[in-house]
């Protein structure tokens, strides 16, 4: 596939990579390939029990720490208010665990950028995107959650719990995370469709790692995440 | 009924006692809080009486009428403290967050 050139400022495209427990290794890998490009990067350590900021060997990036454990969700929005508190234009979510690749940013941005979307979201299950060495079981819960969602928002999805994904400024000021832990990802799709946001999905690679397996949620937490979302719209 | 009354009666006067000593509250809270303790005193020194309050509301039994209010104030009393925690949850979210953005740093470069 043909990857567009971004022809924008890189500096106000602000990459948020939540962070917990990470390993330093795997982290800096991460992180050498989102500096390598040029965008700016603010890593958000999520009350991780090793300050994070010791272990991260590069100049450029930006590391806000929550004192106390939150969440994924949490630790998102910190990243997003911080951002744009730096005036990003442009911020694009980022998983800390090696699952997604920086290539995959240019092709997030375009639709932004050129054709005045608000919310580009990975996916890794569109045609031409890929899930490398995805864990059967996985594969059936995530589609399992393109259905709930389909049939809770209407929002005619292929996949809906990527963490891969970008949003304009505008779109980013008019929502707030308040779902801390990990039903942000439907939180987030719940917010493009109640407030009109215009967007679209593009096609992303997600590796599978032994490290990204281990890292990840556990698939029982797909409960959870169903009944937050229920209690969200309750309370 | 000779040992009951009397155990009963003191537990809700040391309840009601120990809430008007230690929890400041609206004054509202405060009146319907004591309405609450003076039935519950009521119902326990003339149980016959909750009979007759449950044949007018068409329960059979005053054991059955305590047992559905109990069950309604329990379940309204988990939703309220179950909001109360939302919200503590995120007030603290927000204080974490202001932290963790002021003092952001930056990585630097080692070795």
Known sequence: MKVPTVTANKDDTWVVVP???????????VLQ??????????VVDDGSTEPLLSAISMSGVHVCRH??????????????????????????????????SAADIPKLL???????????LGSRFLKDGQALNIPFRKFITLKL????????????????????????????????????????ASQILRYIKTLHLKYTEVPVTVVYTDYSVKKGQRISNAFNIVWESLADRLV | MK???????????????SYLAYFR??????????????????????????????NMVGIGRGVDLC????????????????????????????LIRHLAIRSAEEGSAQT
């Open chain 1, 19 to 29: 962070c917990f427990n990470e390993d330093a290794h795997e982290i800096n890998h």
């Open chain 1, 33 to 42: 390939g989102l500096v390598g490009q040029g965008w700016s990067v603010v």
């Open chain 1, 67 to 100: 004192v106390i454990n939150l969440g994924q969700g949490a630790a998102l929005q910190t990243g997003i208010d911080f951002a744009l508190s730096k005036g990003a234009q442009y911020l694009v979510t980022f998983d800390s665990d090696g699952q997604h």
């Open chain 1, 110 to 120: 375009h639709p932004l950028m050129t054709e005045d979307f608000d919310v580009v």
């Open chain 1, 145 to 184: 959650a393109v259905w709930f969602t389909r049939l809770t928002t209407g929002l005619q999805l292929t996949d809906t719990h990527n963490g891969l994904r970008a949003m304009s400024r505008n779109s980013a000021m008019r929502f707030q995370i308040t779902q801390n832990r990990m039903s942000h």
């Open chain 2, 3 to 17: 040992l009951a009354q009397p155990l009963f009666i003191l537990a809700i006067c040391a309840l009601a006692w």
């Open chain 2, 25 to 54: 509250s609206s004054l509202l809270d405060r009146l319907i809080i004591l309405a609450v303790f003076l039935a519950v005193f009521l119902a326990i020194l003339f149980p016959n009486a909750t009979s007759v309050v449950a």
């Open chain 2, 67 to 94: 047992l559905y209010v109990f069950s309604f104030a329990t379940l309204f009393c988990l939703l309220i403290l179950y909001s109360r925690l939302c919200r503590m949850e995120r007030i603290q979210t927000q």
